[in-house]
């Protein structure tokens, strides 16, 4: 299905109270008597702290309180995987992005004002800011309680490498490198606590995971999980960025409001946020392929080191999505590779949209085109002989037999739609007479959906269906703005057949339905859509209950909004079968559970089914260069991508447009350079993203092949359509200049080649 705005009606359950401003974010709630927090950040990266003065802060006007670590009466530190991040420094700074103390003032200004007068005396260390330097044996720990300054380490070993060297006609070696980056969502962390006189701290955020938050704060408290209550609000972007340190926010701000009785609001500037939230991470990724002179890959070593920057947070498992995809989505019989996440003092790497396969597929994409021009052999024609299929066992051992693999499919589909052959000869290839140089370029990948072998994967729902017929709806996915609930809406009005206008979304609470994992990875859709249909089964069962119990029958059955019998007779409609429900004592009400198909790993082997199911997708561009300048155009952007079904088609090309953008963005301009481990950019005016204008035509191309392993036969697109632009791109730039550029930000290279060509 070929995407034009307008074919499908678009539909959001908050769309009015967006659009008409009325949607209140966490920074337009207030509470009587609330005060407000400021943190107090580390000087430097590496540093002994031996002790923090703030005497002279208190004395400051509105100044309420100074904390610091001391203050903490739980844990001072928590993480996801490996506890080692501090709400607040104890003793040891590893970040300029370390918050010393947090100031809490009757007014946020008069609390940023103090802040100058804390005084931290420090020892400052030297920093270690290079991760293949951080794993030198003679190199000082930044966590010695690890034990080494690998965070993580993962490895494949499928076949017989050196085997597949002796049966290789060529040998190529590669290395590329790929950049630090922001999230760049609009609205930076806020967090409203307060301590309820129940006693429980009852926390508002902007946040993607309220269950981990929630552990953040159990944890910074001493208390337990009860008595945390975290409740979501609209949030102004994500994209991954709003887990750990969204959660350490919430923390800070419910430490202060615990320990004064009263409620605080800490709300971060654009500076703040970009100072301490956790990027993109960096890697360096160095390939040594092997193939036949009929353009079989033989075998394929690959070294990737990613900086983790100073603590852990989910690096071990990014990187285990680049080990799963180390070699794109093609068979290689013969597979070493080797993955570490490095703690170094750089600001910390995290979750960020894509997680751990953009790198990855700028990477392969191009190295796969490195190969095929090296034997002669068109790009094209080189994955079609190498490229997954049906049944194809990957490099972990996984057959590929439970779902339709449309890799070919999706990118015949672009390559189709972009008229890829007949615009290859117009490429330029820099010749040095043209104006313009003209090039186009493409990439394909599969990506593994949902958390796969790095966790336990599973969600619920929750139905509630009224008096009135009216119903009230809940999972454990949480909106991060991107329409999960619009989609779970759509999902259940499909299974009840009801109208959608019928269905309210409830107000998400952390105490009102369990955890069912982090919104990320692409599994809103597949988990929490599989929970309502699962929760949507049984409410269909108590409705068939309550009219058989009225009606002295059995065995009817309920489809599209009535109740038949046993012979295929209509008994009655919705409305009445919910009214005979609550005569005879039988609620419609339904808690719903997805467990996803269970999956395998064996960490010393790399081998194991790592995910349940997999998207299929292939990116074209087709842009100019200026010979000149180096300026890059983009003039037009083709995706088509497997997502099993099209729940909400409006908002699905909404997904395919944001991640085009943002693939773009960090293919071509997006960079976050440190000065001695600290960001340089602080604000919008000196981080490059992609503006409007910087856009060509889009076309998004759905292809929907629904997946047995679905209940409601979606699979997930948020973060596929991220990962092919850059090295579509790259491509694309190459068949434009003449020349490959293995590097992130790619508009940098590109510049650096047109001044050498000048001088």
Same mark, same amino acid.
């Given at each position: 299905m070929k995407y034009k705005?307008?074919?499908?009606?678009?539909?959001?359950?908050?769309?009015?109270?967006?659009?008409t401003g009325i949607a209140k974010y966490t920074d337009d709630y207030s509470?009587?008597?609330?005060?407000? &927090?400021?943190?107090?950040? &580390? #000087?430097?990266?590496?540093?002994?702290?031996?002790?923090?003065?703030?005497?002279?802060?208190?004395?400051? #006007?509105?100044?309420?309180?100074?904390?610091t670590a001391k203050d903490i009466p739980g844990n001072i530190k928590f993480g996801q995987i490996i506890k080692d991040y501090p709400p607040l420094v104890l003793?040891?700074?590893?970040?300029?992005?370390?918050?010393?103390?947090?100031?809490?003032?009757?007014?946020? *200004?008069?609390?940023?004002?103090?802040?100058?007068?804390?005084?931290?005396?420090?020892?400052?260390?030297?920093?270690?800011?290079?991760? *293949?330097?951080?794993?030198?044996?003679?190199?000082?720990?930044?966590?010695?309680?690890?034990?080494?300054?690998?965070?993580?380490?993962?490895?494949?070993?499928?076949?017989?490498?050196?085997?597949?060297?002796?049966?290789?006609?060529?040998?190529?070696?590669?290395?590329?490198?790929?950049?630090?980056?922001?999230?760049?969502?609009?609205?930076?962390?806020?967090?409203?606590? $307060?301590?309820?006189?129940?006693?429980? /701290?009852?926390v508002l955020g902007s946040m993607q995971h309220p269950f981990s938050t929630r552990r953040f704060v159990a944890s910074t408290l001493g208390l337990q999980l009860k008595d945390v209550e975290v409740k979501t609000v609209p949030m102004g972007g994500g994209f991954g960025g709003k887990d750990d340190t969204a959660a350490l926010v919430c923390a800070r701000a419910a430490l202060c409001a615990y320990l004064l009785k009263k409620p605080v609001k800490l709300t971060y500037t654009r500076e703040w946020s970009m100072r301490e939230s956790y990027k993109r991470h960096p890697y360096t990724i160095q390939y040594r392929m092997g193939l036949k002179n009929s353009g079989k890959i033989q075998f394929v070593k690959v070294r990737i080191v990613a900086d983790g920057g100073a603590y852990c947070s989910v690096t071990p498992w990014v990187t285990w999505r680049s080990t799963v995809q180390c070699c794109g989505c093609y068979e290689v019989p013969n597979v070493h590779c080797d993955v570490y996440g490095v703690y170094t003092n750089n600001v910390f790497s995290g979750a960020f949209r894509g997680f751990g396969s953009p790198q990855v597929n700028f990477s392969i994409e191009q190295l796969v085109e490195i190969a095929a021009h090296k034997l002669g052999i068109s790009e094209s024609e080189f994955r079609r002989l190498n490229m997954v299929h049906q049944d194809s066992v990957t490099i972990t051992g996984q057959k590929l037999n439970t779902h339709t693999v449309s890799l070919k499919q999706a990118m015949d589909t672009v390559l189709k739609e972009v008229d890829y052959e007949a615009k290859l000869p117009q490429c330029s290839f820099g010749k040095p007479e043209s104006d313009e140089w003209y090039g186009i370029g493409y990439a394909i990948s599969y990506r593994g959906m949902s958390l796969g072998a790095e966790g336990t994967d599973f969600n619920s729902a929750i139905i509630n269906?009224?008096?009135?017929?009216?119903?009230?709806?809940?999972?454990?996915? $949480?909106e991060n703005g991107q329409g999960s609930e619009s989609a779970m809406i759509l999902?259940?009005? *499909?299974?009840?057949? !009801?109208?959608?206008?019928?269905?309210?979304?409830? @107000? #998400?609470?952390?105490?009102?339905?369990p955890d069912g994992g982090t919104t990320v990875a692409s599994r809103g859709t597949l988990l929490g859509g599989g929970a309502t249909v699962? %929760?949507?089964?049984?409410?269909?069962?108590? !409705?068939?209950?309550?009219?058989? %119990?009225?009606?002295?029958?059995? +065995?009817?059955?309920?489809?599209?909004?009535?109740?038949?019998?046993?012979?295929?007779?209509?008994?009655?409609?919705? @409305?009445? &079968?919910?009214?005979?429900?609550? =005569?005879?004592?039988?609620?419609?009400?339904? @808690?719903?559970?997805?467990?996803?198909?269970?999956?395998?790993?064996?960490? $010393?082997?790399?081998?194991?089914?790592?995910? @349940?199911?997999?998207?299929?997708?292939?990116?074209?561009? *087709?842009?100019?260069?200026?010979?000149?300048?180096?300026?890059?155009?983009?003039? +037009? /952007?083709?995706?088509? $991508?497997?997502?099993?079904?099209?729940?909400?088609?409006?908002?699905?090309?909404?997904?395919?447009?944001?991640?085009?953008?943002?693939?773009?963005?960090?293919?071509?301009?997006?960079?976050?350079?440190?000065?001695?481990?600290? #960001?340089?950019p602080t604000n919008y005016h000196n981080y490059r993203v992609l503006r409007s204008t910087d856009m060509p035509e889009m076309t998004a191309i759905f292809i929907e092949n629904p997946d047995p392993n679905s209940p409601s036969g979606a699979k997930g697109i948020g973060e596929p359509t991220l990962e092919?632009?850059?090295?579509?791109? =790259?491509?694309?730039?190459?068949?434009a200049t003449g020349k490959r550029f293995t590097s992130l930000p790619l508009a940098t290279g590109v510049q650096d080649f047109v001044k050498g060509l000048q001088q």
């Open positions: 705005t307008g074919s499908n009606p678009a539909f959001r359950n908050d769309a009015y109270a967006k659009v509470m009587p008597q609330m005060l407000h &927090a400021a943190p107090v950040y &580390a #000087p430097v990266a590496s540093a002994n702290v031996i002790s923090i003065d703030a005497e002279q802060a208190l004395l400051q #006007p509105g100044v309420v309180a100074v904390f003793d040891r700074i590893k970040s300029t992005g370390d918050v010393l103390a947090l100031i809490v003032a009757e007014s946020r *200004e008069q609390a940023i004002a103090a802040i100058q007068f804390v005084q931290p005396v420090l020892e400052e260390l030297p920093g270690i800011f290079d991760p *293949e330097t951080a794993m030198l044996p003679e190199t000082p720990l930044l966590h010695p309680e690890h034990g080494s300054n690998v965070c993580n380490y993962h490895c494949v070993r499928t076949g017989d490498i050196e085997a597949g060297e002796k049966e290789s006609d060529l040998i190529i070696e590669q290395t590329f490198s790929t950049s630090r980056a922001e999230h760049a969502y609009l609205e930076p962390e806020s967090a409203l606590c $307060h301590l309820r006189p129940d006693g429980v /701290m009852e269906i009224q008096p009135d017929g009216s119903v009230l709806l809940e999972t454990g996915i $949480h999902i259940l009005a *499909e299974e009840l057949g !009801i109208p959608k206008e019928l269905i309210r979304y409830r @107000f #998400p609470s952390t105490s009102n339905i699962k %929760a949507a089964e049984i409410v269909k069962e108590r !409705i068939c209950e309550g009219v058989e %119990a009225a009606k002295g029958i059995k +065995n009817c059955q309920y489809k599209d909004g009535k109740v038949y019998d046993v012979v295929g007779h209509e008994v009655d409609d919705y @409305f009445t &079968a919910i009214k005979l429900c609550y =005569a005879n004592q039988i609620y419609p009400y339904a @808690f719903g559970v997805f467990q996803a198909p269970r999956v395998s790993w064996d960490e $010393h082997t790399g081998h194991g089914d790592a995910y @349940f199911t997999w998207v299929y997708g292939c990116q074209a561009v *087709e842009l100019m260069v200026n010979p000149k300048t180096g300026q890059i155009t983009l003039l +037009n /952007m083709v995706a088509a $991508h497997d997502m099993g079904k099209a729940i909400n088609p409006a908002m699905l090309a909404g997904q395919f447009y944001g991640g085009m953008t943002m693939g773009a963005g960090y293919g071509l301009y997006e960079d976050m350079p440190l000065d001695s481990g600290n #960001p340089k092919l632009m850059a090295p579509a791109i =790259a491509n694309a730039l190459f068949r």
